[in-house]
T-cell receptor
Framework: EAGVTQSPTHLIKTRGQQVTLRCSPI?????VYWYQQALGLGLQFLLW???????NRGNFPPRFSGRQFPNYSSELNVNALELEDSALYLC????????????FGEGSWLTVV | QKEVEQDPGPLSVPEGAIVSLNCTYS??????FMWYRQYSRKGPELLMY????GNKEDGRFTAQVDKSSKYISLFIRDSQPSDSATYLC?????????????FGAGTRLAVHP
C-alpha cells in the first residue's frame, strides 16, 4: 500500500513568489493535515481538510491556503513568499477525523531566497 | 514559555545503552501523548501512543506519562545505531485531535557502535 506522497521533493523560490505543494493521502484516508517544520521550531499545524472542507487552520497568515479535491488529494498554496517560509512542509493523512494515528509523507523542502 | 518543552540534544550514547528522552508540558488539558521518530530528511513516523497517565511498552520502547508532573518519557532499551534519529513528542487534548497536536522541537539521538 502506497504511503502519503508529496511533490515536489525540493524547490527553491524567490521572495515574493508563489508556490503550490501537492499531497496524495493513503488510499481510503479522507483527512489531510499540513504541517510546517522550520529549523529549530518543531512541527507547526497549518491546515486540516476533511471530506473536501477546511476544518481548521493554525496560527498562520491568510497567504497560506489550500484545498482538498474530491479524490482527497490536497494542495497547499503559499503566496508572497518570505524568507522565513523556508521549511519542510509535511502532509499527513488519517482514515477519519477521529483516528488515533496519522501518517506523514516525506515532505517538501522549500527554500526561499 | 512554550506549551511543550523538549531538550534538542544532541544525545550521544553507545550501542546497547538505555536511552531516556523527555518532554515537559504546561497545558493540563493534554490527554493523548505520542512519540514520533524522524530520520534525517524523512517524515515523522508514529512510535508510541498513550492516553492519560501510566506506562506502555512495545518491544524495546517504553512510554511513560506522569500527568501530575506534566512530564512524559520515552525509554529505548538496548539502543541500536538504527535508532539514531530525531525523536519528537506530541500531545493533544483529545483523541483524533491532530489539528490540535502540539509537538516538541525534537531531540536528536546518535547511537554509536
Amino acid at each position: 500500500e502506497a504511503g502519503v506522497t508529496q511533490s515536489p521533493t525540493h524547490l527553491i523560490k524567490t521572495r515574493g513568489q508563489q508556490v503550490t505543494l501537492r499531497c496524495s493521502p493513503i488510499s481510503g484516508h479522507t483527512s489531510v493535515y499540513w504541517y510546517q517544520q522550520a529549523l529549530g521550531l518543531g512541527l507547526q499545524f497549518l491546515l486540516w481538510y476533511d471530506e473536501g472542507e477546511e476544518r481548521n487552520r493554525g496560527n498562520f497568515p491568510p497567504r497560506f491556503s489550500g484545498r482538498q479535491f474530491p479524490n482527497y488529494s490536497s494542495e497547499l498554496n503559499v503566496n508572497a513568499l518570505e524568507l522565513e517560509d523556508s521549511a519542510l512542509y509535511l502532509c499527513a493523512s488519517s482514515p477519519d477525523r477521529n483516528g488515533n494515528t496519522i501518517y506523514f509523507g516525506e515532505g517538501s523542502w522549500l527554500t526561499v531566497v | 514559555q512554550k506549551e511543550v518543552e523538549q531538550d534538542p540534544g544532541p544525545l550521544s550514547v553507545p550501542e546497547g545503552a538505555i536511552v531516556s528522552l523527555n518532554c515537559t508540558y504546561s497545558n493540563s488539558a493534554f490527554q493523548y501523548f505520542m512519540w514520533y521518530r524522524q530520520y534525517s530528511r524523512k517524515g515523522p513516523e508514529l512510535l508510541m501512543y498513550t492516553y492519560s497517565s501510566g506506562n506502555k511498552e512495545d518491544g524495546r520502547f517504553t512510554a511513560q506519562v506522569d500527568k501530575s508532573s506534566k512530564y512524559i518519557s520515552l525509554f529505548i532499551r538496548d539502543s541500536q545505531p538504527s535508532d539514531s534519529a530525531t525523536y519528537l513528542c506530541a500531545m493533544s487534548p483529545f483523541s483524533g485531535g491532530y489539528n490540535k497536536l502540539i509537538f516538541g522541537a525534537g531531540t536528536r539521538l546518535a547511537v554509536h557502535p
